[in-house]
């Protein structure tokens, strides 16, 4: 059986993440990070947010790099790449969901000028994987009995 594409098997993997951590960086080059609801990861490595059209991501997210970390059980990713702000109601109508409501205030509608959509265009990504716990374990117990190094899982990287 022939191996996955590892930039598909990254875009799979992405596309099962709710919530992410969306790393900024301000005016003086201090990076912010936060958690951040992953709306859509689209298989030409495009990710989707939601937020404020006020928020500091906003501002943020469309003037300097960013960086999307997740992990998800025994996946970790870390996505570099550049966003932009995006005013597209009906996009936001189809990302529209009770935790959006409820995060941006009871009677808020995917039409409020307020709320806009941070594109994430992702440039080049590295993620890693492993078995699981147990198997995990077992690579860092073998690692100790036999003075060598643990190798739980595997990296790859990849370009957009």
């Known amino acids: 059986m022939a191996e996955k594409d590892p930039r598909t ?11 992410a951590m969306l790393t900024t960086s301000e005016a003086d080059g201090r990076l912010v990070t936060r958690p951040m609801g992953l709306q859509e990861a689209e298989q030409d490595g495009t990710l989707w947010f939601m937020t404020r059209a006020s928020s500091d991501v906003a501002d943020e997210a469309a003037q300097r790099p960013v960086n999307v970390a997740v992990q998800e059980r025994s996946f ?36 409020d000028p307020q709320i806009v959509l941070v594109r994430v265009d992702a440039e080049s990504a590295q993620y890693w994987e492993s078995a699981g716990a147990v198997a995990t374990a077992v690579e860092v117990v073998k690692a100790k009995v036999t003075g060598g190094t643990a190798e739980p899982g595997d990296s790859t990287t990849v370009e957009f």
């Open 9 to 19: 098997h990254l875009l799979e993997r992405l596309a099962d993440v709710r919530v």
């Open 76 to 111: 970790w990713a870390s996505v570099s790449g550049h966003g932009q702000v995006v005013r597209d109601d009906e996009r936001k109508r189809k990302y529209w969901s009770a935790v959006n409501e409820s995060f941006f205030g009871e009677g808020s509608t995917p039409e």
